[in-house]
Structure formats: C-alpha cells, structure tokens
C-alpha cells in the first residue's frame, strides 16, 4: 500500500467538503421554500450564494495541490440533510418548523466549521499559504452565518416556535 501521509488527509478531506458543499448547494433552495420566516428564506438564500463562492474557492485549492476537483462521497453530510428532509416533513405547516430548520441548518455548518478548521491548519502546516487563506475565508463566512442563525432564533423564532399555529 503506497505511504500516507498529511497531504493524503489533506486531498481526502478535501474531496470530502467539495462533496458537502454541493450537496449543500442543492439543499438550500428547499431549505429556503420551506421556510416561513422571510428572513430566514433570505438567510438560506444568501448563504446559498455564499456556497457557490465557497465551491469556487476549493476548486483554487485543487489547482493549488495539482489535482482534479473531484469530490469523495461524504456519508456525514449526507446524514445530516436526509435529517433536514425529516423536519420538512415532519414539521410541515407546524409553528416549529423553522426552530427546526435553524437547528438543521445549524447542524450542517458546525460541520463544516470543523473541516474548513482542519484543512486550514493542515494547508498552513503544508506550507500552503494561499490555500490556507482561501480555505479560511470560507471558515470565516460558516461562522457567521452560524451566529446569524442563532441571533434569528433568538431574535424571533423560538418563540413564535412556542405558540401553537391553531
Ligand atoms: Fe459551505
Ligand atoms: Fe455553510
């Protein structure tokens, strides 16, 4: 078996993300349908602009490191949104759909904070500091849009999530 070393972690993690961020780009638009809070709807769609740059950014880490954008199926994300498709479901037309929905989305970005974290430190370590830079912008927009949903919550939606609809 050919030697692995952080580069490999590296390129592997990589492809991991790549996978979420697409598959979080596809999600985002029914997260947005969904929900009933307008500015949540607008909170789902601009992070989902914010995802199309994130995708463009580790498409420039690709090329850093000399290999192809290719995703590796990341069976952690994958869970994390069919949980997203449940409160949907589940909470469709009730008032604690969108608390939900803000804790799902919540789910996805912790996620994505711990990889964007890991890679940054492993491209500093490698040397990579263009890499590292790219990958920390993207660090830094999870966060606040972390922090965006949780003052959303606050600010509104866990209350109305406390008072039945009818
Ligand atoms: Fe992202
Ligand atoms: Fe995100």
Request: glycine letters at 6%; charged letters at 30%; proline letters at 2%.
């Amino acid at each position: 078996m050919a030697e692995k070393t952080l580069e490999t972690l590296f390129h592997d993690t990589l492809r991991d993300i790549y996978f979420a961020e697409r598959k979080i780009l596809k999600a985002l638009p029914k997260m947005a349908r969904g929900a009933q809070s307008p500015d949540l709807k607008a909170a789902f769609e601009k992070h989902k602009e914010q995802t199309e740059g994130q995708i463009e950014r580790l498409q420039r880490v690709f090329e850093i490191i000399g290999k192809p954008a290719r995703g590796k199926t990341c069976d952690a994300i994958e869970g994390i949104l069919a949980e997203g498709d449940e409160i949907l479901e589940d909470y469709k037309d009730t008032a604690a759909l969108d608390a939900g929905l803000i804790a799902s989305a919540q789910a996805v970005e912790h996620y994505e904070i711990t990889r964007y974290g890991t890679l940054k430190r492993w491209a500093t370590v490698l040397g990579m500091a263009d890499a590292a830079a790219l990958l920390d912008a993207t660090l830094t927009e999870e966060s606040d849009t972390d922090e965006s949903l949780t003052a959303l919550a606050d600010a509104s939606v866990n209350a109305k999530a406390m008072t039945p609809k009818k």
